[in-house]
């Protein structure tokens, strides 16, 4: 199984990379998160794949890193109706840590907010993942009794919690908050993040 490719980035839209490679060009579907965190083409690109075979087709799909492409490997592997379309436009909406939270808390309403998701595989993802979403993965919301966050993960999350309180749809804060963090570099404070995103 092909598990990451390496190489320099041809050319990209908010779904598709394509990485040259030994004189190849593979072209790779992405999240819309991912596609943000790709450098100017001609620059080295590093993607977490997982390939899926079919009859007619080989497939891969990349991610910026190996939670995000386990996370959708979950949710290809356990949740019903969920295919790799359907998690990758999961994953286009929402941030990973959202998607968790989202999971964790039983949050229909803001699963339901991706695009082609409807109510019952909104419920079906919490039913399915909300067990395999904990303490395992490394990621705690509040009340949580598990490791801490990365400071990272951790200002994200709480710049998202800030916007959603101030009357922002939670896919839209973490849209917000996505794009004030690539601005801001890892560093960011949940402050600067909030206030970039504001702006």
């Given at each position: 199984m092909i598990t990451s490719i390496h190489g320099t980035l041809a050319g990209a839209s908010p779904l598709h990379a394509i990485i040259e490679?030994?004189?190849?060009?593979?072209?790779?579907?992405?999240?819309?998160?991912?596609?943000?965190?790709?450098?100017s083409p001609g620059g080295l690109v590093k993607?977490?794949?997982?390939?899926?075979?079919?009859e007619d087709a080989q497939i891969l799909y990349g991610f910026a890193t190996t939670d995000e492409r386990d996370f959708f490997r979950l949710m290809i592997e356990?949740?019903?109706?969920?295919?790799?379309?359907?998690?990758?436009?999961?994953?286009?909406?929402?941030?990973?840590?959202?998607?968790?939270g989202a999971i964790r808390a039983g949050d229909v309403g803001t699963l339901a907010q991706c695009p082609g998701i409807g109510k019952k595989t909104a419920e079906r993802l919490v039913v399915e993942l909300k067990?395999?979403?904990?303490?395992?993965?490394?990621?705690?919301?509040?009340?949580?009794?598990?490791?801490?966050?990365s400071a990272g993960a951790s200002a994200h999350r709480d710049a998202v919690a800030t916007l959603v309180a101030?009357?922002?749809?939670?896919?839209?804060?973490?849209?917000?908050?996505?794009?004030?963090?690539?601005?801001?570099?890892?560093?960011?404070?949940?402050?600067?993040?909030?206030?970039?995103?504001?702006?």
């Amino acid at each position: 199984m092909i598990t990451s490719i390496h190489g320099t980035l041809a050319g990209a839209s908010p779904l598709h990379a394509i990485i040259e490679l030994n004189g190849l060009g593979y072209e790779v579907n992405i999240p819309v998160t991912t596609a943000e965190k790709l450098p100017s083409p001609g620059g080295l690109v590093k993607l977490h794949t997982h390939v899926v075979y079919r009859e007619d087709a080989q497939i891969l799909y990349g991610f910026a890193t190996t939670d995000e492409r386990d996370f959708f490997r979950l949710m290809i592997e356990h949740v019903t109706g969920v295919g790799p379309k359907v998690a990758l436009t999961i994953m286009s909406k929402l941030s990973l840590p959202l998607l968790r939270g989202a999971i964790r808390a039983g949050d229909v309403g803001t699963l339901a907010q991706c695009p082609g998701i409807g109510k019952k595989t909104a419920e079906r993802l919490v039913v399915e993942l909300k067990a395999k979403v904990g303490a395992a993965d490394g990621v705690t919301f509040a009340g949580d009794a598990a490791p801490a966050l990365s400071a990272g993960a951790s200002a994200h999350r709480d710049a998202v919690a800030t916007l959603v309180a101030l009357g922002y749809r939670p896919a839209d804060a973490d849209q917000a908050v996505r794009a004030a963090a690539l601005a801001l570099g890892p560093r960011a404070t949940t402050e600067g993040l909030v206030k970039k995103a504001l702006n």
